[in-house]
């Protein structure tokens, strides 16, 4: 992303916000694992979203109107005994050079200066909860200004409007440039799960092939957007396992849910193979279910329908294929109607996807679902889990799990498979690990 690209999202959420409204976001504290010893510093997306600035310790606020400065930053000073020690800052001066701000402080100034940005707005743009120790010292600001109410304030905030619901119905729209830097994630995730695929065989452990995975992210400046799962045999059929310890063996199935953050874009991928490289015939048979699933599902990801499409039609394509393959008895609609398919498909279809692998936006927009629109992207990931436990399931079906999962873009026309080059036909599969 470029300067120029943060300003015009601040401009958009100005005019939004109108001009006697004020936004206040904390940037993301800092995290500690035990001790002294710190959690990888990200920044919040939000803040990143509209800023680009990547330092702990510093609050962004936008004035709409103002003549003296719309946007301001208070951050760090520069100190060059932490700064050995840290890394560089940017300092007030860097704020407004680097990163665009009309005007910044140091953060130890923000309690004088506040208070002041505050008078003559009617309304705070804040979201609350997620920083509680910042969320005292707003109310804190707000309340000294009410307390002085008699010493000549025109006017001072009356109302706090979460801006939530401003920012994430913006960040739910990808520009170009967005798409350009999910594009690259999608690119080094897809190179990630060739890799891995390559790589398996029996007797190797879970996270050997974990390993695969986050030195290919880390081969192209990417980081692992989430914890990967890489689930061998039964653990395939636990949705979030997270051990990645056990041995591979032989006959088993890999399910393998990984994807790479680059540029602070997310990547999500999953895909599904057998340990041997050779797929047995109840393992093949489960899979086309889900690949058929995942095709009706992609194919309604279109400008025009609504979000839960997607996810009726994978409903409908497994339900049909379990019948198919012997799972489920009885008629299709019936069964979609009964729910009959949950003990074996029993989440979403997917998820919106961005700065965030979970990306902001409302799925429902006054109690209906949201209407997909060109810049959307989501994952489209249906899956077919058979625990050994299941009931009226005979044991040659048993510990199969696969879900198949890849990013989409809503277009004007036909959809964008962003992690398209990642082969997902069984046989396919197949080609790539005798390779």
């Known amino acids: 992303m470029t300067r120029e690209d943060f300003a015009r999202r601040r401009r958009q959420l100005m005019r939004m916000m109108g001009k006697d409204g004020i936004a206040i976001l904390p940037a993301a504290p800092v995290r500690y694992r035990n001790s002294d010893v710190e959690y990888p510093y990200r920044q919040d997306s939000d803040f990143h979203y509209l800023t680009g600035f990547s330092e702990p310790e510093a609050v962004a606020v936008l004035i709409p109107g103002r003549p003296q ?86 006017q001072i905030p009356q109302e706090f409007i979460t801006l939530d619901h401003l920012l994430h119905d913006m960040r739910l729209f990808k520009s170009r440039p967005e798409l350009v830097a999910m594009r690259r994630a999608a690119q080094i995730g897809v190179r990630a799960h060739q890799r891995a695929m390559r790589a398996c065989r029996p007797g190797l452990r879970e996270y050997q092939v974990e390993a695969e995975l986050i030195g290919e992210f880390r ?31 032989d006959g088993d199935l890999l399910l393998i849910d990984a994807g790479c953050e680059y540029d602070s874009y997310a990547c999500d991928i999953t895909r599904t193979f057998p340990v041997n490289g050779r797929f047995t015939a109840e393992q093949r048979a489960v899979y086309e279910v889900v690949l058929a ?19 009726d039609a994978a409903v409908r394509a497994i339900t049909q294929g379990l019948v198919q393959i012997g799972l489920l008895k009885g008629k299709v609609p019936a069964l979609v109607r009964s729910e ?8 979403r279809t997917g998820h919106w996807l961005g700065l965030d692998v979970h990306d902001a936006g409302d799925y429902k927009v006054g109690g209906e679902w949201r209407v997909l629109e060109p810049g959307m992207v989501m994952t489209v990931e249906p899956g077919i889990y058979i625990p050994a436990g299941i009931r009226g399931v005979g044991r040659r079906w048993r510990n199969i799990g696969v879900r198949i999962e890849d990013d989409v873009a809503v277009t004007r026309g036909k959809p964008e498979v962003l992690t398209g080059a990642l082969p997902r036909e069984a046989d396919a599969i197949e080609r790539l690990m005798a390779a």
Request: charged letters at 25%.
């Open 293 to 311: 699933a995942q095709r009706a599902a992609i194919a309604k990801a279109r400008a025009g329908n609504h979000w839960n499409d997607p996810h």
């Open 69 to 154: 400065a719309e946007y301001i930053l208070f951050v760090r000073e520069r100190d060059p005994q932490r700064e050995l020690w840290d890394g560089a800052r940017a300092g007030p001066d860097g704020a407004t050079a680097d990163y665009g701000a009309d005007d910044a402080f140091p953060i130890a100034d923000i309690d004088e200066i506040l208070p002041g940005l505050l008078e003559q707005r009617s309304r705070v743009f804040y979201t609350m909860g997620f920083h509680p120790d910042f969320d005292q010292r707003v109310v804190g600001w707000v309340s000294s200004l009410r307390a002085h109410m008699g010493q000549g304030n025109a």
């Open 219 to 249: 081969r192209h400046n990417a980081h692992h957007a989430y914890l990967p799962i890489v689930a061998g045999g039964r653990n395939a059929c636990v949705l979030h396992y997270r051990d990645n310890d056990a041995e591979l063996k």
């Open 340 to 347: 009959a398919y949950r003990p074996f498909f029993m989440h």
